[in-house]
């Protein structure tokens, strides 16, 4: 199983941007797909990137062009690039890695975002 520990949350206005990181130990690192997941009060927890073990990112529609996810597998780091946040990018990141197919087998404790006008 791989460990992960977020870091990066904070509070911003609208418009701003913040970097969020993601750092894991363990098993292999490079071997996982990795994950961003967002919980927004009230809400279920959704994803909203993802990428390969080769790079390939994925994107929820409401963060395409806006939120840019990459790793460095020399640093056992995934980051996302959160950029124009809007006031309903709220909420608690997580990270977490899995074998591909949806399957998320390690979950990080969260960062908060907190994007306000």
């Known amino acids: 199983q791989v460990q992960l520990v977020e870091s990066g949350g904070g509070s911003v206005q609208a418009g701003g941007s913040l970097r969020l990181s993601c750092a894991a130990s363990?098993?292999?690192?490079?071997?996982?797909?990795m994950g961003w997941h967002r919980q927004a009060p009230g809400k279920q927890r959704e994803l909203v990137a993802s990428i390969t073990r080769g790079g390939i990112t994925v994107y929820t529609n409401s963060v395409k062009a806006r939120f840019t996810t990459f790793r460095d597998n020399t640093k056992n780091t995934v980051y996302l690039q959160t950029d124009s946040l809007k006031l309903e990018d709220t909420g608690v990141y997580y990270c977490?890695?899995?074998?591909?197919?949806?399957?998320?087998?390690?979950w990080g404790q969260g960062t908060q975002v907190t994007v306000s006008s």
């Open positions: 977490a890695a899995g074998p591909g197919g949806g399957s998320w087998t390690s």
């Open positions: 363990g098993r292999h690192f490079s071997l996982d797909v």
